[in-house]
């Protein structure tokens, strides 16, 4: 006995029903998803919402902060007024000074005075050897510059490698970034560093002495 085929209109309704099952469900599964996702967006974010709002007063308070910022602020004032050459006075001058300033006797401030350098000599002995005995403990450095940018760091570095210094640049957050200091040493002792820091100076770079301990 041989089946017969379905008829035509009968495989018609059958793939048209399908078609439309499937139809169906697409438009379900995208109700579904926007709705999860307008949940999701309403809902507040448990971390999110506990971070307070910056204000636009508080935005604008930032950016004249930053733009008044100067890393080498901590520099300023630590480096005394640079001499000024005075010309000098002609020969004739100065013999004419000298022999006016003469003094024609020794006055009592004068013999004082004498008699008192042995005991200022010896003060300022003492107080030589009691730098040396602060300078225990500490190390001594040179610091030329500090910059935001690594770049103008390096610059300043090859200048005073020009010179024949070697310095090394450190870096430090401060005020929240991070600053790079071009710095000489470390030197033991305060007197050595104190030398290197007038000739630095003498030379047209910004120098203050910074102590550290060993």
């Given at each position: 006995?041989?089946l017969?085929?379905?008829?035509?209109?009968?495989?018609?309704?059958?793939?048209?029903?399908?078609?439309?099952?499937?139809?169906?469900?697409?438009?379900?599964?995208?109700?579904?998803?926007?709705?999860?996702?307008?949940?999701v967006?309403?809902?507040?974010?448990?971390?999110?919402?506990?971070?307070?709002?910056?204000?636009?007063?508080?935005?604008?308070?930032?950016?004249?902060?930053?733009?008044?910022?100067?890393?080498?602020a901590?520099?300023?004032?630590?480096?005394?007024?640079?001499?000024?050459?005075?010309?000098?006075?002609?020969?004739?001058?100065?013999?004419?000074?000298?022999?006016?300033?003469?003094?024609?006797?020794?006055?009592?401030?004068?013999?004082?005075?004498?008699?008192?350098?042995?005991?200022?000599?010896?003060?300022?002995?003492?107080?030589?050897?009691?730098?040396?005995?602060?300078?225990?403990?500490?190390?001594?450095?040179?610091?030329?510059?500090?910059?935001?940018?690594?770049?103008?760091?390096?610059?300043?570095?090859?200048?005073?490698?020009?010179?024949?210094?070697?310095?090394?640049?450190?870096?430090?957050?401060?005020?929240?970034?991070?600053?790079?200091?071009?710095?000489?040493?470390?030197?033991?002792?305060?007197?050595?560093?104190?030398?290197?820091?007038?000739?630095?100076?003498?030379?047209?770079?910004?120098?203050?002495?910074?102590?550290?301990?060993?």
């Amino acid at each position: 006995m041989r089946l017969s085929a379905p008829p035509a209109s009968r495989r018609s309704r059958q793939r048209g029903g399908f078609m439309t099952g499937l139809i169906i469900g697409l438009l379900i599964g995208l109700a579904i998803a926007l709705g999860v996702a307008l949940y999701v967006t309403k809902v507040p974010v448990p971390f999110l919402d506990k971070v307070p709002q910056r204000t636009a007063e508080q935005d604008l308070a930032e950016q004249e902060k930053n733009k008044n910022w100067q890393p080498n602020a901590p520099l300023a004032g630590k480096n005394p007024a640079r001499p000024v050459a005075v010309p000098a006075a002609p020969a004739s001058q100065a013999d004419e000074s000298a022999s006016a300033a003469a003094p024609t006797a020794r006055d009592p401030a004068s013999i004082l005075a004498d008699r008192a350098a042995p005991a200022t000599a010896a003060a300022a002995a003492s107080a030589a050897q009691t730098g040396k005995a602060g300078d225990i403990g500490f190390t001594y450095f040179v610091q030329t510059g500090a910059y935001s940018s690594v770049e103008d760091a390096e610059a300043q570095r090859g200048k005073l490698a020009l010179l024949g210094y070697s310095a090394r640049i450190v870096e430090r957050e401060q005020s929240g970034r991070t600053v790079h200091r071009v710095r000489l040493g470390p030197f033991e002792e305060k007197a050595e560093a104190d030398d290197i820091k007038d000739k630095v100076f003498a030379a047209g770079f910004e120098a203050a002495l910074v102590r550290a301990p060993r």
